[in-house]
């Protein structure tokens, strides 16, 4: 059985920063990638960012460059989104996602169907 727990959502002012988390457990061993999608209400969901395990690379939306990081925490299972210079337009649920399935190039995926496991969201809400 594989669980991811998101955390770390919430209400906060346009600049503010919040920092989202992700908990794996489960299965994990071997997974190719974790990333974070997000969908606001009306509209599909949408790729924010993903790291790739044993790289470490990190690909990020163009629409939250230079503002969203990712980060891990092996020893925890645990994948962040550092949130910072948020936007009315950031509002939206946040999901982490995982993709068992390996790539031997290293490419990175921006689709949700290329995930195999997904968490339950987190709302996070800017207001102006």
């Known amino acids: 059985q594989v669980q991811l727990v998101e955390s770390g959502g919430g209400l906060v002012q346009a600049g503010g920063s919040l920092r989202l988390s992700c908990a794996a457990s489960?299965?994990?061993?071997?997974?190719?990638?974790m990333a974070w999608f997000r969908q606001a209400p009306g509209k599909e969901r949408e790729f924010v960012g993903t790291?790739?395990?044993?790289?470490?690379?990190?690909y990020y939306a163009d629409s939250v460059k230079g503002r969203f990081t990712i980060s891990r925490e092996n020893a925890k299972n645990t994948v962040y989104l550092q949130m910072n210079s948020l936007k009315p337009e950031d509002t939206a649920v946040y999901y982490c996602?995982?993709?068992?399935?390996?790539?031997?190039?290293?490419?990175?995926?921006?689709?949700?169907?290329?995930?195999?496991?997904w968490g339950q969201g987190t709302q996070v809400t800017v207001s102006s």
């Open positions: 489960g299965r994990t061993f071997g997974w190719y990638a």
């Open positions: 790291i790739i395990w044993n790289s470490g690379s990190i």
């Open positions: 996602a995982a993709r068992s399935r390996s790539d031997s190039f290293g490419f990175y995926y921006s689709g949700a169907r290329d995930y195999d496991y």
